[in-house]
């Protein structure tokens, strides 16, 4: 079985200031690790994705993850954020059996006030 | 390129209606999932198609929905005999075979009353 936990439901922050958003996966072998960012009334957007190499991987404006083994997570930062990077937040393992398809974690709803 | 496109935006049923959900997935991705995202939660994988054959509908509660991708391309969704539990965002994915990453179109909400 495979799993996925967003320890945090909502995280509030001030604009300009650093953002970390937990992940943490359960899966026995090799997974393919994704976020994915939904605003609001939108469909789900590809923020980045890890399978090998590098722990860190860069995504799209300015985030980032890293992926450990040892502590079976995936964390997301932004140095900086901005009131428009308000939305929710999904971290989503899909292993390497394609048919179990992508497991979403429950999302953290991230609220960035002025 | 246009991505993956659903139709209706949004559908407002009374229990025991029917509904229909369509999907035009990205130009050659052989893949199409169909998701359920009730509110504030995470999506949950309900069918899945590589091409036109259903490779996975384990989670799909087969009494009232089904799923059909005929061609291989376009895909519907449809709920028979709507219940207030179906309340949610239905969301329409697609890829490749060969890939990993899922696009996602902006999901059809369904509110039951």
């Known amino acids: 079985a495979q799993s996925v936990t967003q320890p945090d439901a909502r995280v509030t922050v001030s604009e300009g200031a650093s953002l970390q958003l937990r992940c943490k996966y359960s899966?026995?072998?090799?997974?393919?690790l994704f976020w994915y960012v939904q605003y609001p009334r939108q469909g789900l957007q590809l923020l980045l994705k890890?399978?090998?190499?590098?722990?860190v991987v860069q995504g799209v404006n300015g985030f980032e993850a890293e992926f450990s083994k040892s502590n079976s997570s995936f964390h997301l930062r932004k140095a900086s954020v901005h009131w428009s990077d308000s939305a929710v937040y999904f971290c989503?393992?899909?292993?390497?059996?394609?048919?179990?398809?992508?497991?979403f974690g429950l999302g953290t709803r991230v609220s960035v006030f002025p | 390129e246009a991505g993956v496109t659903q139709s209706p935006r949004y559908a407002v049923l009374q229990e025991g209606q029917a509904v229909s959900f369509w999907c035009d997935p990205i130009?050659?991705?052989?893949?199409l999932y169909w998701y359920q995202q009730p509110r504030d939660q995470g999506p949950q994988l309900l069918v899945y198609?590589?091409?036109?054959?259903?490779?996975?509908n384990s989670q799909l509660p087969s009494d009232r929905f089904s799923a059909v991708r005929p061609k291989g391309t376009n895909s519907t969704l449809k709920i028979q005999s709507a219940k207030q539990g179906d309340t949610a965002t239905y969301l329409c994915?697609?890829?490749?075979?060969?890939?990993?990453?899922?696009?996602f179109g902006e999901g059809s909400r369904l509110i039951v009353v």
């Open positions: 198609f590589r091409d036109e054959a259903v490779i996975d």
């Open positions: 989503v393992l899909r292993g390497d059996n394609y048919a179990q398809g992508l497991t």
């Open positions: 890890y399978y090998s190499g590098d722990p």
């Open positions: 130009s050659g991705h052989d893949t």
């Open positions: 994915a697609s890829s490749f075979t060969s890939g990993n990453t899922l696009y």
């Open positions: 899966y026995s072998g090799t997974p393919y």
